[in-house]
């Protein structure tokens, strides 16, 4: 094994990384960073990294990727502040425990926090708790000034209520500051969170695609102890997959990604049910079966239709698609992706249906598919700024740096175009 290895899987035991999901280059650029400034030849620096647990630290605030803006799949953060109210309403004096994990700069607990104020629940009523294993992202998370990149995509109002603004920047009220308790933490730390009550709402969001299957186990439990038993867990649009566990159930809320815990686990992933349609070869997920649906514990905000109903009963071909986002939402990746193919054999190529399938794909680990389905939404809808984003990180993870940058190029100038008459 190589010194530079040696040094990535030392990353993956301590924080998780996945050294494939981001490119052995940028790990080879960070520790180039830490030996120049050290003044340290590789084999030396390992043993620096070896035995002072603050090399380390400083070798992982390099390699993070702390790229998240707020409102980020706006419906997670709007679901979690529906089910939030209602749970209020029923019961005036609780207080909501929500967690964000990670947090990077903190735009995603501070977009629930903003959410939960505007559903008009009082301060008093919520507790977030916000942890990131990255102490820069957190400096810049408690000082609650951001810059365009943090507000991304045309629904902006919430700027005007909770923002104000000093030139470029844009700075967060004290109201929605203080609702957020920025902590420094790694989830796989053996003491992670050890003390803490269990948390209703838990966010863990775009972190998950940066571990391989044995971390992602390893991350879910630790997930699991930290949510109460009628607590939701939220996680990001390609890591519903890793979510295909025996305990847990989707919540059912198209295009939140939300898993809730069952009253009565499924004994084991079942196999899939030979009476659905055949699959075509090309999409067959034999790694993630689906498993087919339960009683929720308790009834979703917003209920799904049931998925039970023959395909060709759909109103129409966009209640198609539509089911397909249900679908992949919900963990059913076979069904989602079929779906998908059903919808374009009917009505052409379609850059959502392109989408979606490179989602699932993702979420199958199946990176090569997942990336020619990224590169077609993108010829079909050159604008489209998630597949643009997705596709970067893909590349980056290939280690085609050059690829990345122009993709992430791309989906920046979307972002700005798209920015401009809010700016
Ligand atoms: C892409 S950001 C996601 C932020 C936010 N959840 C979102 O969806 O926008 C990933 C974050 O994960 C953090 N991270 C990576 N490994 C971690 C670990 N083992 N424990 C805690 N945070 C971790 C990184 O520091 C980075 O800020």
């Not at 009253?263 to 075509?280: G, H, I, M, W």
């Amino acid at each position: 094994m190589t010194t530079l290895n040696r040094i990535a899987s030392l990353l993956r035991h301590s924080m998780g990384l996945d050294v494939a999901s981001v490119g052995m280059m940028l790990i080879e650029r960070a520790v180039s960073e830490r030996m120049t400034t050290l003044g340290l030849s590789q084999d030396a620096y390992l043993l620096a990294l070896q035995s002072a647990p603050a090399e380390l630290q400083e070798l992982i605030e390099l390699v993070i990727v702390p790229e998240t803006w707020f409102f980020r799949d706006r419906e997670a953060i709007l679901s979690l502040a529906r089910m939030a109210r209602e749970q209020i309403t029923a019961q005036p004096e609780r207080c909501v425990r929500v967690l964000s994990l990670p947090c990077s700069t903190g735009e995603e607990p501070y977009s629930v926090a903003m959410a939960l104020l505007d559903a008009g629940i009082p301060p008093a009523n919520f507790h977030i708790d916000a942890i990131d294993i990255c102490h820069r992202s957190l400096a810049t998370a408690e000082r609650g000034v951001y810059g365009r990149n943090s507000f991304r995509g045309k629904l902006l109002e919430y700027r005007d209520r909770h923002f104000s603004t000093d030139k470029d920047e844009s700075i967060l009220s004290e109201l929605v500051r203080k609702q957020v308790h920025f902590r420094h933490g790694n989830m796989f730390a053996p003491d992670f969170l050890s003390n803490e009550k269990p948390y209703d709402f838990v966010l863990c969001r775009n972190v998950l695609i940066y571990f391989d299957r044995e971390m992602q186990q390893q991350a879910v439990q630790v997930l699991d102890r930290l949510l109460h038993t009628q607590g939701t867990i939220f996680v990001g649009p390609a890591e519903a997959g890793v979510m295909l566990r025996p305990n847990l159930a989707s919540a059912g809320i198209p295009l939140a990604f939300a898993f809730q815990k069952r009253s009565t686990p499924l004994p084991a992933v079942t196999p899939f049910r030979a009476s659905k349609p055949a699959v075509p070869a090309s999409v067959k997920m034999q790694a993630l079966p689906p498993i087919p649906p339960l009683r929720k514990p308790f009834a979703p905000v917003a209920p799904a239709a049931p998925l039970a109903a023959p395909v060709a009963q759909a109103a129409s071909s966009e209640a198609i698609l539509a089911r397909a986002m249900q679908c992949a939402n919900q963990g059913e990746l076979l069904d989602a992706a079929r779906l998908c193919k059903e919808y374009m054999q009917q009505n052409g190529p379609n850059a959502a249906a392109y989408y979606l399938m490179g989602l699932i794909s993702d979420a199958r680990h199946d990176t090569g598919e997942a990336m020619q389905h990224y590169r077609k939404a993108i010829y079909l809808q050159p604008n489209h700024y998630e597949a643009l984003t997705h596709l970067a990180a893909l590349l980056a993870a290939q280690g085609d740096a050059a690829g990345a940058r122009l993709m992430q190029q791309r989906a920046q100038r979307v972002a700005a175009i798209q920015e401009q008459p809010h700016a």
